[in-house]
Nanobody, 128 residues
């Protein structure tokens, strides 16, 4: 499985960006997809995840109501719509893929070890 993230860029605070991650190889429609981010000098952290076949979505508290994760299985693509961006949202954003079952995903979607495959990251810069 290969993941290719895109859509990052420079945006003013309060603005919006939509990140995309296209997957190739593997059974995309039965994988959980996640977004993580890493700001300079900080550890990589969970942002959002989406399960498969109605398994639900998960968000970190500080992005709830501002970010929306979605997927298009026909295009093997997961999206992260980011609205009302803040300077603290600036980071390199990574997409990731997991084949773990729903019970494990529900319990451990924030854990990076859940995800077997990772994209290369896309940089989001937010100016104040």
């Amino acid at each position: 499985v290969q993941l290719q993230a895109s859509g990052g860029g420079l945006v003013q605070a309060g603005g919006s960006l939509r990140l995309s991650c296209v997957a190739s190889g593997g059974a995309f429609s039965v994988r959980t997809l996640g977004w993580f981010r890493q700001a300079p000098g900080k550890e990589r952290e969970f942002v959002a995840a989406i399960g498969w076949a109605g398994a639900g979505t998960y968000y970190e508290d500080n992005v709830k109501g501002r970010f929306t994760i979605s997927r298009d299985n026909a295009k093997n693509t997961v999206y992260l719509q980011m609205n009302s961006l803040k300077p603290e949202d600036a980071a390199v954003y990574y997409c990731a893929s997991s084949a773990r079952n729903r019970r494990v995903v529900a319990a451990a979607h924030r854990s990076q070890t859940l995800y077997e495959y990772w994209g290369q990251g896309t940089l989001v810069t937010v100016s104040s």
